[in-house]
């Protein structure tokens, strides 16, 4: 795996490559950018994440997680 990816000079990112940096399967990314919860652009047929939607993603995660109650194991 090749997590030389994320690079603070890089605006956006392939679907691909936004799955690794999320930890995701690609399949997974498609799946957040058909519902809305992942932002993305189409140019020239192929998609493009900005690296601000990746962000904005990985905060609504944590916060989801922060104000859900935790499970019984």
Request: net charge positive; no cysteine; proline share 3%.
């Amino acid at each position: 795996m090749n997590l030389t990816l994320y690079r603070s000079d890089k605006l956006f990112y392939r679907p691909k490559e936004a799955a690794i940096v999320l930890g995701m399967s690609r399949t997974a990314v498609f799946r957040l950018i058909k519902t809305g919860e992942l932002q993305s652009v189409k140019r020239d047929g192929y998609r493009l994440i900005h690296v601000e939607a990746l962000q904005e993603f990985a905060r609504a995660l944590v916060e989801a997680s922060e104000s859900s109650p935790e499970r019984a194991a």
